[in-house]
Nanobody, 119 residues
């Protein structure tokens, strides 16, 4: 499984960006997809995830500003980021992982896309 993320860039506080991540394939059609991020000098943190059925979960820090969605026909996950803050600055990584209903455990990562929020 290969993942290609795009859509990062530099934006002013309060601005918006939309990240996209296309997977070459899924292991199973019910795989979850999502996003993590890693700021300089910090550990990678979970941002949001979405099931194949469209159930989304968010970290508390982004739940009122970010929206995750996916296109199952294109194996693509999106992250709409609104009202961006300087603390959102990080490299954003997309992933594909097994659903909670699958005994097998796996996670595949994309290469990351830089998001910078600065005035």
């Amino acid at each position: 499984v290969q993942l290609q993320a795009s859509g990062g860039g530099e934006v002013q506080p309060g601005g918006s960006l939309r990240l996209s991540c296309a997977a070459s394939r899924l292991i199973r059609t019910n795989d979850d997809m999502g996003w993590y991020r890693q700021a300089a000098g910090r550990q990678r943190e979970w941002v949001a995830s979405i099931t194949s059925g469209g159930t989304a979960d968010y970290s508390d820090s982004v739940s009122d500003r970010f929206t995750i969605s996916r296109d199952n026909r294109r194996n693509t996950v999106y992250l709409q980021m609104d009202n961006l803050k300087p603390e959102d600055t990080a490299i954003y990584y997309c992933h594909v992982k097994n659903s909670r209903y699958t005994n097998e455990r796996y996670t595949f990562w994309g290469q990351g896309t830089q998001v910078t929020v600065s005035s």
